[in-house]
């Protein structure tokens, strides 16, 4: 450097320092906690009547989808969670989830019905079964062929805090149950 040429200076000559202040440890996110999803699976239909003894029986095996209209049965569905922290979060503060489990009549003679269940969810839990179990007679399935759906609903939290409205909404369809009266052998 000459002594004609000045030194350049660490101040800055632009004016004050930026309004904005950054740093390379900033967080920004419109989604914090994560989303909140769920999936239905495992929509099934089960009658509870073990083998017949020869020499009534017409298979070597029973089937779960043909059931008699006094015979015990089940229909249920798994709900799964995803394992977010706003997921975590609603699971702890009792999160409502309910399911109508819708039976579609085919033909004349089968009725539509819906049977329902719900629980409440609990914290460190993200996987649940919904099920309904009785027999056609007692939820009054007339004898004939039927669609099976199950509609979930997710919400309200049951938490002082929390708004009182639905999170989420979601179904799974096709299975099918076949029922004929009962009779004596």
């Not at 800055?12 to 440890?25: R, V």
């Amino acid at each position: 450097m000459t002594a004609t040429q000045i030194a350049p200076t660490a101040i800055s000559t632009n004016g004050a320092q930026p309004h904005k202040s950054l740093t390379d440890t900033e967080t920004y996110s419109k989604n914090v906690l994560g989303p909140v999803s769920f999936t239905l699976s495992n929509l099934n239909v089960r009658g509870y009547a073990g083998e017949p003894e020869p020499p009534v029986h017409v298979a070597p095996e029973q089937s779960q989808y043909i059931i008699a209209s006094n015979e015990q049965f089940e229909v249920s569905v798994d709900v799964e969670f995803n394992n977010s922290p706003l997921a975590q979060l609603m699971m702890c503060l009792g999160t409502k989830v309910s399911v109508c489990f819708s039976f579609e009549g085919i033909g004349a003679k089968a009725v539509e019905l819906d049977l329902s269940d719900a629980i409440v969810t609990e914290k460190g839990r993200t996987q649940y079964t919904l099920k309904w179990v009785g027999t056609p007679d007692a939820a009054k399935l007339t004898p004939g062929f039927y669609a099976i759906a199950a509609v979930a609903t997710v919400g309200p939290v049951e938490h002082s805090c929390a708004p009182k409205c639905a999170f989420g909404f979601g179904y799974i369809a096709k299975v099918l149950l076949q029922i004929y009266s009962a009779f004596e052998c």
